[in-house]
């Protein structure tokens, strides 16, 4: 058997929550501890009841692991991941807390002043469509959030090819676990509930995970991203419209349009967990699952990109990229444990 | 009293049922006639019984009104509001049938021959914020689309004052309601819930609207609009946002943001329906009332505009709207019956 | 015009939310006062943007009105109630503080030590379709609870006439909002969407309410009650089935069901906002407004009564049976301000 | 590897959209078959895109396999379920066309004369925890309805035992899902959403197989049920409450529910998808797995014994407890390919 034990800091939140459920039903690894801040001593089980096949309690600190998650809040999650590395041990930080590479940046967008600025390059950007072998070469991987992960697996391509100019609108559409578990007026039922509403406006903290990547994929133009989110009133899900001007290199026509399908199913076509289709696709379709289902098109009237891209923001948005990195960092197949279909209806 | 009479054609379509509901609580009309087709002499609260208070009979042919509003679907809509007009009454048309001007585009968008032309120049687009006058002066409305109240009122004041170039993105989220009643997989319960979708990529029938409004408010430079309509999880709500980059009228930063507030009130300020907002707002702020919030505000990075608009699709985004024109068509203030708040949660 | 003054304690819970809401729209009272514990200072529309047509600004302490009603969590209510008399207002109080006649049950359902118990047998219980002359006549009125009210009316017909034996099962399903507008994990959007469940199973503390209510309506044989509360991921709506054996006053067949029928009508004759039906209610009929549905039915099978009764929690479960009981106060109709529509769908 | 080949009849409704998904998860059978009415001809993952890992085109006839899940409609599974066996198939039949032993009762609740009634007696009610053996050895397995699967699985223990007289109450509560896919307004979204409604009152169809079973549990007292089901505004989830006299085997208090709770427990040891808990469950922690969590209570005040027990209606409900019966039918462990959890939240 032999498998690898693994560990979960804050397995409370839903990122936590998530993992928790993917690494039980993994074959290759075992759960061995978790961690959660106010629950420590108590039956996960107890805690979270369905997760009713874990014998596990929750200890205040992680126990003997070879492979930890982190999914502390930022800031917090910084502290933990110095000290997990220290301890020799591969980590996933499913926080923001690694995934810029200059450390001016955590002080402008996160208000904090980064505690380990030299990890910053070590750390890989734990997007495996982009970055597989270096995610399995990784000590340190940071998981990217979930809009980031929308957003760019929607655009690398037509970027990297050049297809676009540098005017990028990013509007995104997310579900209300997208906010996390901790309690506000905001995700209370009665308010975010028959509601949508736009948030961030002056500027989301993905939004420098976000033109990092696309500016790295093509330095010219400089990518100029104006990127709003938005909460709509269901509990998982991510959709996201992206648009961009054509430069000329794929025809806003039929052909265009066929084109670019092509074009994005040869770019991923080593991603397992990419489906690019000719169909608008819904949200719904990756319920629970690690996919994300892009559909770029062309707008005939204006000669611009359309992409719209669906996942589950907690599997591939979250906990389920952080598995799939894991499978890289552990030399696994890249799907082990991730092959379950949506959930649907 | 000597209430104007008022009749519904179609009153069990979602448009007619809220019709059904403002009109019953205005103060200065009285429904007195609604037809449906397939539940024609049954009566009204038994067919909606939420309709309780209101004692009619759902009659095949509308009877003796002095006003009436058409519910029907498009198409159909354009042949009865025809016998309307000959009969001598005042009509709004809830349908798309006498929105454009161009009889060419209903066979290019709608896949119909108009039947009457030479009506589409006398029909005034009823968006009372741009047209309040003609509106009062008119004998038939044609009461804008959901997506094309919410796009059109947006950038109107943007558009009109040349404050934003050609390239225009509108992405709007839309209740399930505003797909109508007619019953289809896309709107089953279990299909549409936790889930999120865009549709009509290859073009909105609102769209030929929304330009046409907005070059007519600018027709230099032409108005390039992309519009991506989207389903959310929720019965009523439509939010908007819409995207332009600045000509330099307005700078992007919190100077420009400061004058663009004031100048979308100034131009609003004769809107009794429209409140221009400093903070981003939540579709439920509008529900069940005609109000339409608008928040429009600069992207400092990239220099672009960004507003974003509230609505009740089926009230100010159709039978809220249809009744605001009624009560100019018949010399009332706009607000009379209309002032209830939303209601929220 | 001379319309009376009143005031809101807590105006920001949901009951005082939808208390603002519905004396905006009243035509004989005027809201001049409100408060709220944290947001004192601030602007009632800035805190509730939906208010946007109230001019108000939240206030610590309650200025001159005629008539208060106190929406404070229960055991401060009663405070705040005392304060209230002795000013000499009347007064409606949404919490249960002076809903039961025992002062004894206060501290063994609330855990608190009534500190007016001499002012229980002066409260009366503001359910007009029982109490109308008594609430006409009242300084205090004490508001029922949301379940209270459902089960009540659904049950007091057959209770009243001795229909039904002893053992009365009532199984509720409620809305979130019926929790309020605290936050807490119960609540959370992620938590609570896609879910139902049951709670409070040792004791709701609605329940006293109920028994006291139905025993009073016929004190032999004592009801022996069982009440499980649930609730159900929608943010209004409160529907209630009940469950008891029939006598044999009336005979469980077509005949017996249509007999029930007639006699709920003839209870609820004079009661304006109660309909009984002849087929099962929705709770989607009565959002938003101040309806009760209530459908009688027999168990052909099982000689049993069932009840459905069906209400929008927030308005005749709380704020707008409080304005009912306002008005009968105030010597008006008692549909002044409730005569407004369902918003349906 | 020799993987037994397994086929779905009418694949397109949700029971068998939900059978492709877990069986296409299952070590140890593969679907290789799958018929749909409407949809012969069309890939399946081009249907339901959700299902893009299963490489099948549905047919218009099933293909070779040894076992065949029926999915069609009652009426027309029995002329399927004919066919299947006369072709010398195993075969789960999850419509309820053999589920009822008595044939006129098909007249009576269906409006169908049985067309063949001799296998009525030779179907096993495929309810594994009350007939274990008997699926094992079984070629017809009629699996049970989701409300039925609820109720029986609430009260099997209590009654089994005679801790309760004959007086039983069943109130369920049912996610839209158990309504299918076909399309019509009573699933219509905007009519589900913010609403809850019972209906059936005058008999559900899944009462005659809770009477049945609770009478082959124990004939005396004969139970006279009432059974109320209930819509509420999610996709899944199916929450039973039950209610009866307690007959003085276990005593109204802390003891006696602590008794409730080991005597149940004891009852299920041998049934791995049974959690009998000792708080109220959440249809949410069932959601997309195969467990029914049961919490057995009494009522101190009344001494009723009350019984919540929670599932997923496509799961436990349908599809998975459809799979657990072919498990026990094939000789496998009856949890194979029903591992995964619960999907949170």
Redesign the interface.
Known sequence: MNKTKVGIINVTG?AG?ELA?LL??HPEVVLTSVTGRSAAGQRLDRV???????DLTIEAELGDVELAFSAMPHKESAQEVISLLERGLKVVDLSADFRLKDAGEYQAWYGFTHPAPELLERAVYGLAELYRSQVGAAQLVANPGCYATGAILALAPAVKEGLTGA?I?I?S?S???GAG?T???K?????????????A???HRHLPEITAELELLRPQPSP???F?P?L??????L?T?A?A?LTGKVSPDKKGAEELIKLYRDFYKDAPFI?V?DF??????????N?C?I?P?V????G?L?V?S?LDNLVKGAAGQAVQNMNLMLGLPETTGL???????
């Open positions: 839903y929550v459920r039980h039903q979270l009841p369905h997760l009713s096949g874990i005017d609108i509007d559409k579900g209300i676990s578990r309690v506000s007026l995700t209370h039922y009665s308010e975010a509930n028959e509601d949508v509403t736009a948030y406006l002056s500027g100029s991203v104006t709003v938005h709509v009133p269901m509990t998982r899900g959709l419209t648009y001007p489906k289709i608008p696709p819904h949200t719904k379709y990756t319920w629970g699952s996919l289902l559909h098109t707008d005939r009237r204006t611009r359309i719209i669906c092959e379950t279909l949506a959930v649907y209806p």
